[in-house]
Nanobody, 119 residues
Framework: VQLQASGGGLVQAGGSLKLSCAASGRTFSSYAMGWFRQAPGKEREFVAAISWSDGSTYYADSVKGRFTISRDNAKNTVYLQMNSLKPEDTAVYYC?????????????WGQGTLVTVSS
């Protein structure tokens, strides 16, 4: 499985960004996907996940109400719409193939895309 994340960049606090993660190598629609992030000097943390069966979504409390995860099975792509961004959202964002809220729940990882939120 190959995962290619994109869409990161520099944005002012209060702004928005939309991340994309294109998957290849497996039947995309049969697997759940998630987003994690890792800030400098911190551990990688769960952000959001979307199931494959019914599209159920789960979010970390820190992003609930601001971020939205979605998927387009026809395009083998998962998205993370990030609104009302805060400086503490600054991190490298990773998409991953799996299901759960822990790093070890995921088998495959994209290369990461940097999101920087300025105050």
């Amino acid at each position: 499985v190959q995962l290619q994340a994109s869409g990161g960049g520099l944005v002012q606090a209060g702004g928005s960004l939309k991340l994309s993660c294109a998957a290849s190598g497996r039947t995309f629609s049969s697997y759940a996907m998630g987003w994690f992030r890792q800030a400098p000097g911190k551990e990688r943390e769960f952000v959001a996940a979307i199931s494959w069966s019914d599209g159920s979504t789960y979010y970390a409390d820190s992003v609930k109400g601001r971020f939205t995860i979605s998927r387009d099975n026809a395009k083998n792509t998962v998205y993370l719409q990030m609104n009302s961004l805060k400086p503490e959202d600054t991190a490298v964002y990773y998409c991953a193939w799996g299901w759960g809220t822990f790093v070890h729940d995921y088998d495959y990882w994209g290369q990461g895309t940097l999101v920087t939120v300025s105050s």
